[in-house]
């Protein structure tokens, strides 16, 4: 019989770091911090942002300065107004970039474990599915939040350095746009966070993305056209993405209502994490 | 320190595990884990590292349930299969990660780190990319991300896949000394002749099902009614093949240049008949080998045996 060594004496209770949650998405974060990638969509925004506070700087000459005043009505007529001004500090033009960032970096976070088989041995430490499915869905719903954020504040406290509170933006515009970042957010999120779960690579989690937004959109646009019906549209995450900013600041023609808007984000955040969660939990992170 | 009570694994309709019984015993020492691909060896890693609840039955690592059990995972170091690594990622950086995990942070954490580095001989090479890593450094960087948080029960998954026969001495090395220190280590493997080098006991498992377990010559006992190869060398072979059919434990016979190769039913009985024999001058024997006596053989009868 084999000679078995002494056990080993007790050991001391590892139970004080950092919790697992913060543990993965500070290396996640870590990581997305490196990538090439981020260099090229940080310039766009960049350039998107000082186009905006150059816009923003022209509403308010024309409104204040004397040399400025003959182009007012010219502005007034080329340059949105009123709600639906405020809604378009969270417009297409950063939306749109917004999806292909979150697509290119969301698409991997789950993908990236699978394709490297790394899930098995984070559940091999005293980790729960629902804490890697949390820190995935985290840092996926941040990255849009954090992209958003600039857009809403720079503007805003802009506009109260040069005009106080008479300025082109609403004083409580964060108010407004925040929730309605966050709302896009948790969208942006939990689709990738779902596409990513699907995928088998990165690059597959990336097509995967594209093909939900864009698909979906194609056919929420088919649906809406045929039934006559824009609430179709819902089904659409870039449609209800695009409606939030509108709905919160309280345009009058809105993308989508408010029913469809809500039903619709709370079926998309639904279904992607029941997604996410069922292709990341144990018995799929095979050896 | 680990037992299995009927405990049985299922995917779906997929039979991963038969429900299998045994226990090993507190403190170090290393088994392997035997069998060929689909005999239920990661099935059963994933019940003892606490991946998966078993369908049936019961299963006990450190005492407790592993499943979703922080407390055992926390005592349990795993290696799985598989050499893909993040290629940008560095050494030090993913075992930072592997520590947190386990509840190390600050000082201890580093100071962890390096006592793994330096038990896989890997301190001065583990801030290169695993992209710029050999396989052997690649799985001595995956051995010390299970021995960060110390553990008690060190469970590897076909550690020996792809790595040269320098790397995997060293492991060997590396996994007796963690042995001889108190840790008790699980190995899977279905390279036969590595494993009988480095365990003390075995459980060969085959189809689901677990065979049998003990160390080689335990296993080789229960095999009392398949028959052991010997080659018995002697100037005249035709008489030592006389002698032995005389002895009515023969299954089979096959002479070659200068021996006899005999397939004997019962050794116990038949061999102190042999030398009793060669003793008293009636089986003129030079030379006794057992063709058979090793994991491959017992692996090979018992598979065909089940098959």
Redesign the interface.
Known sequence: ????????PP?EN?????H?IA??MR?DF??VM?AKLGIFFGFLFLLILLIQLGSLYLRYLSNTSVAFSGMKDFASQILTQGPEYQADHLGQAVLIPMWFQVALIGGGLVA?DT????R?????????PQDYLLAKGGLAALLPFAIQLPFVLIPWAMSLMVAGKNGPIWTTLPLHLIPAALMIAILAGSVTLGASAMAGSPRAGFGWVLGIVLGTFALGGILAGLLKAKAFLAISPVALATAWPQLLCGMKDPFLDWVPTVIGTVAHVSLWIFVAAQRTK??E??? | MISLNRASLRYGQILGLSPTTFELPAGGGITGLLGPNGAGKSSLIQLLSGLLPCSSGDVRVLGEEPYRNPAILARIGLVPEGDRFPSGLKGRGWLRMMGELSGLEGPALEAAIEKALGIVGMETRAHLRFNQMSKGMRQRIRLAQALLHDPELLILDEPFNGLDPEARILLMEMLRKLADGGVKIIVSSHILGEIAQLTDRILLLFRGRLLAEGNVAEIRELLDRHPVELRLSAEDARAVARWAVDQGELVGLRLEEGSAILAVRNPRTFLPRMQEAVVAGKLPLTALDPLDLNLDAVFQYLTKDHA
């Open positions: 019989m084999p000679i078995y060594a002494p056990t080993l050991r590892l139970d004080r770091g950092s697992p543990v993965l290396f870590g990581r490196k990236r394709l490297h088989r790394i098995p041995l984070i559940y091999a430490h005293p980790v729960r144990p018995s992170a095979v050896l």
